[in-house]
């Protein structure tokens, strides 16, 4: 069922990880490529066990790929020095890959083409998260992008949420941020002001705050 439509809404800012970047895709991607490139060196492990621990992990990039790679090698009986290698690697493959999320591109063009103001607020590191972004060829159709370790601020901090609306030049009522963390993602941008809109996943659990629920960034063109 449609969620009821938002009134007054101005601008749209999106998460980027899991919202339009399908970072779950371009994880399994690269792991599996890694098994591929270091079968050699994997004294025999499967390939299931090889990915399948790594994504367990890795537990939708909320795990430390610098310390995910020498557990897993610890775990896997594997020489240690393998663990500096494969983080290397990863980082070098996550950069070539760029699956977005449903809609994710349709619906942008379409909110701009409303005339809403766009943007992105994410955690991480500006060459990566704009990496991504640039191999989404989504910088061009975004107004604002900021990223946590240029900001110096983090999600959930409600700051990080307010410079965005003042970057945009609006109110928090006249923005809502579409995200699929319940914490870092809906709590957060309610905190701020701004209306929630969490993108349903089956990794997290709803938001405790209201919201605004949707199963495809599609929804949204019916809500704003």
Same mark, same amino acid.
């Given at each position: 069922m449609t969620s009821p439509r938002l009134r007054d809404i101005q601008a749209v800012l999106f998460d980027l990880d899991g919202t339009l970047f399908d970072r779950e895709t371009a994880v399994r991607e690269v792991v599996a490529g890694?098994?591929?490139?270091?079968?050699g060196e994997l004294?025999?492990?499967?390939?299931?066990?090889?990915?399948?621990?790594?994504?367990?992990?890795?537990? @939708?990039? /909320?795990?430390d790929k610098s310390e995910i790679y020498p557990r897993l090698v610890r775990e896997l009986g594997l020489p240690e020095p393998l663990a500096a290698r494969l983080h290397a690697h990863f980082w070098d493959a996550y950069a070539q890959v760029a699956p977005a999320m449903p809609g994710a591109r349709a619906t942008l063009a379409a909110l701009r083409a409303r005339g809403r103001r766009l943007g992105v607020v994410t955690?991480?590191?500006? +060459?990566?998260?704009?990496?991504?972004?640039?191999?989404?060829?989504l910088l061009g159709a975004l107004d604002v992008v900021l990223i946590s370790e240029r900001e110096q601020l983090?999600?959930?901090?409600?700051?990080?949420?307010?410079?965005?609306?003042?970057?945009?030049?609006?109110?928090?009522?006249?923005?809502? /941020?579409?995200g699929d963390h319940p914490m870092k993602d809906?709590?957060?941008?309610?905190?701020?002001?701004?209306?929630?809109?969490?993108? +349903?996943?089956? @990794?997290?659990?709803p938001p405790e705050a209201a919201h605004t629920a949707i199963d495809d960034l599609g929804e949204l063109l019916a809500l704003v």
């Open positions: 890694q098994h591929a490139a270091f079968s004294d025999g492990v499967t390939r299931e066990r090889f990915v399948g621990r790594m994504l367990e992990l890795d537990a @939708h990039g /909320y795990g955690n991480g590191r500006v +060459r990566v998260q704009e990496g991504k972004l640039r191999a989404l060829d983090r999600k959930p901090d409600p700051a990080i949420f307010r410079r965005a609306l003042e970057r945009l030049g609006v109110r928090a009522e006249q923005a809502c /941020y579409v809906a709590q957060g941008a309610r905190d701020a002001g701004l209306h929630a809109v969490w993108l +349903r996943t089956p @990794h997290f659990p």
